[in-house]
């Protein structure tokens, strides 16, 4: 009873053992429903303890236990309940200020995270801006690195190179257009212009004659520049069919030194061939390949020198030679000697000879072949051209 | 011999048919794939010189069609070349294929070619003016002299011999010689036939190897 005191939320309610009320500290919160009643001399276990509504509605926690009266050996009803009512209030307050600050960080974060992604995006934006002033015309231009987060350095380093090949192959191509271009121009020029001296007057049968012929020269020469230009084209994209067979290197080279035998001995230049083993390859792009180079060797070798055609093969490749002593290449004129109409001493481009394609054509055989062509010069003043033909083709 | 030329360009029909009928045929030009057709399938024609850009029906329609009924010849002229190309012309039934540009000279010897009815007949033995050639033994004599050729020099008199009086083109002499089926830009037919001539006709009468300017050589007599 005195423990009741002072706790005004405490309700304690005894009954004697037929259910007459003997005390009730608090009647005015109404009575209780029935309750699991727990033995007398045990603890009331968790299951006994009830959350309930009291008949006038107050929100209680209660158990109830049988008890023994030691004097009178009489047994009553302890009912025990507490009331909840603030409890619940006070956690209807905690959820509602928790909802309130979980909604705010929420809202917080959101914007937070939107201002670091903004500031953490910025690079990206720079680059996109720099991406964008980046044109044919200047390729060369690249992306900031410096300027990049850690996190895109490899992407624009990535990017970067990129832009160099295309850089390098676009220089190329608008080289090669203005070096075809020009080209061209010539045997136009030489075409328009001799047939519009050979109009402005009546002229002998003769010389119409030779006009014409010389006309058919030029054309015959433009012809063939087409004809080689067709065929890189068209072995740049592989459509090229490439008849792959297996053939003597000494008869093949045997061949071509018979082609070129009467050409050689004109100009004095002797042709030897050392040879052996086969080659798998396509027989008329090796030819074309060969000549290609035999004619340059021929045409730069003096009078009473040697060039030698050789073949050998080993486990991984067939390489075929042809060397020629003679005027060494300038280091300068490496790097471009394979590109299309580069002539590494423009005063050699006679009009009748190779329209500065046959290196060119060369390279795109290899390529075709799988193999490659280098080039090198040896210290008794050689230059070598290699071709290595792969032996798997 | 009657040849229909179907070409819808102007100037390649005029110089075409100007240039075969100065070569010996008579030739009939039509403009269209469909006359084209229609000329091949109601007259009498010993070769076709069939242009494959054509307005309308073009020149691989022109053949599928004639092939139903016609086995005429066909010699196709086009600017393409792609490998496809090649393949379905002479799928379709094309007897040659010519690319545009061509040696005109080139041209006449594929028809001359595909006109040569049957086997052509070796002989055996040539004889132009007063050089023999006896083919099995690979000698050569004029007015009974023997003259040393080279493997090479020998082929190359053979091919103008056997085709005597027909212009051949430098690139048909560098195929039919050496192999080399590709256009190249060194002078070697004409430094061969320049090393030929000295040994064939220098000291002899009459020359035998002409220069057909701006088109080839020829082999004749022409005495």
Known sequence: MDATLGHDDLLLILRSADGAPLLDTRPEAGSLPALPMTAAGQEPDQESRQNLRTSAGLPVRATALWANIDSTGEKVQIIVAHNTSDSIAMLASYRQQILGAALSGAILAALLGYVLVRRG????????????????????????????????????????????????????????????????????????????VALAQPRLPEEYQGLLVSNVEEYERLARMLDNMLFLARADHAHVAVAFGELDCRLELQRIADYFEGVAEDSGVCLEIAASGNIRADAMLLRRAISNLVANAIRYTAAGQTVVLAAAQTEQATVISVSNPGPQIADSAIPRLFDRFYRADPARSDSASSAGLGLAIVQSIMKLHGGRVELSRSAEQMTVFTLYFPADG | MRILLVEDEPKAGEYLRKGLSESGYVVDWVRTGADGLHCATTEDYDLIVLDVMLPGMDGWQVI???????????????????????????????????????????????????????????????????????????????????????????????????????????????????????????????????????KIDEPYAPPL??????????????T
């Open chain 1, 121 to 196: 995006l910025r690079p990206a934006r720079l680059i996109a801006q720099q991406a964008h002033s980046i044109t044919a015309q200047r390729l060369d231009r690249g992306l900031d690195v410096a300027s990049a987060p850690y996190e895109l350095q490899q992407l624009v380093v990535a990017f970067n190179g990129m832009l160099d090949r295309l850089h390098d192959s676009f220089q190329r191509l608008s080289q090669f257009s203005a070096d075809l271009a020009h080209d061209l121009r010539t045997p136009i020029n030489n075409l328009m212009v001799q047939t519009q």
């Open chain 2, 64 to 198: 599928s069609e004639l092939r139903k009924t016609h086995s005429t010849p066909v010699l196709f002229l086009t600017a393409r070349d792609e490998v496809d190309d090649r393949i379905k012309g002479l799928e379709l039934g094309a007897d040659d294929y010519l690319v545009k540009p061509f040696a005109f000279a080139e041209l006449v010897a594929r028809i001359r070619t595909l006109l040569r009815r049957g086997p052509i007949r070796e002989a055996d033995l040539l004889h132009i003016a007063d050089m023999e050639i006896d083919v099995m033994k690979r000698r050569v004599t004029r007015n009974g002299e023997r003259i040393d050729l080279t493997t090479k020099e020998f082929s190359l008199l053979y091919l103008m011999a056997k085709r005597q009086s027909e212009v051949l083109s430098r690139s048909l002499i560098a195929s039919q010689v050496w192999d080399m089926n590709f256009d190249s830009d060194t002078n070697v037919v004409d430094v061969a036939i320049r090393r030929l001539r000295i």
């Open chain 2, 209 to 222: 190897i002409h220069t057909v300017r701006g088109m080839g050589y020829v082999l004749e007599d022409r």
